[in-house]
């Protein structure tokens, strides 16, 4: 069974900091782009990036929203994907998904995670 | 930037329900449609603007190029009370729309 499974959610104080983990599994994970996507409450879906695989050496890409504050990483020998997080403000707070992408070069979403919250309050 | 219209609808069973989806720029047909039911993950419905998605019922389908994209349910039924995101995939970074939002009057 394909399966994603996120972790690493919780309770965060305002410019701390957090990674969230993404399991894969039933799938050639290392033959797969991986993505964030976040979600509010209440509100719609957000992109924030993705990581390409080895063939594609590694690349990453985010959402201008997060640039500079959010990184994502990925290590193959352990089917998992992350996404570290600095300099977190309220307006993170949100559901956090990660999703496998169809083809490295097809990013359309094919598999989705549960998601974990993130909550960032003082 | 990805615009989708309307914002909500209401409709009845059986009947046919279009949502349009606009990107600021020519994407091509680098288009998906997911639905987002009430407190579940979204689920992909549709690629390549018109490419249903394996086990999607056909009664969803999508059209467009460029700029402009349609997600149409011929005949709505009550288990697709969601909301429908666009996203587009043509260049980093992708986004999605801000969503439509359908339920039933």
């Known amino acids: 069974e394909v399966q994603l499974v996120e972790s690493g959610g919780g309770l965060v104080q305002p410019g701390g900091s957090l990674k969230l983990s993404c399991a894969a599994s039933?799938?050639?994970?290392?033959?797969?782009?991986m993505h964030w996507v976040r979600q509010a409450p209440g509100k719609g879906l957000e992109w924030l990036g993705r990581?390409?695989?080895?063939?594609?050496?590694?690349?990453?890409a985010y959402a201008a929203s997060v640039k500079d504050r959010f990184i994502i990483s990925r290590d193959d020998s352990k089917n998992t994907a992350y996404l570290h997080m600095d300099s977190l403000k309220t307006g993170d707070t949100a559901v956090y998904y990660c999703?496998?992408?169809?083809?490295?070069?097809?990013?359309?979403?094919?598999?989705w995670g549960q998601g974990t919250p993130v909550t960032v309050s003082s | 930037q990805m615009t989708q219209s309307p914002s909500s609808l209401s409709a009845s069973v059986g009947d046919r329900v279009t949502i349009t989806c606009r990107a600021s720029?020519?994407?091509?047909?680098?288009l998906a449609w997911y639905q987002q039911k009430p407190g579940k993950v979204p689920n992909l419905l549709i690629y390549?603007?018109?490419t249903l998605q394996s086990g999607v019922p056909s009664r969803f389908s999508g059209s467009g190029s460029g700029t402009d994209f349609t997600l149409t349910i011929t005949s709505l039924q009550p288990e697709d009370v969601a909301t429908y995101y666009c996203?587009?995939?043509?260049?980093?970074?992708?986004?999605f729309g801000p969503g439509t939002k359908v339920d039933f009057k």
């Open positions: 999703a496998r992408a169809y083809l490295d070069s097809a990013a359309f979403l094919l598999v």
């Open positions: 039933g799938f050639t994970f290392s033959g797969s782009a």
């Open positions: 990581i390409r695989t080895e063939t594609n050496t590694y690349a990453t």
């Open positions: 720029q020519g994407i091509s047909i680098y």
């Open positions: 390549a603007a018109s």
């Open positions: 996203q587009h995939y043509h260049s980093v970074p992708f986004a």
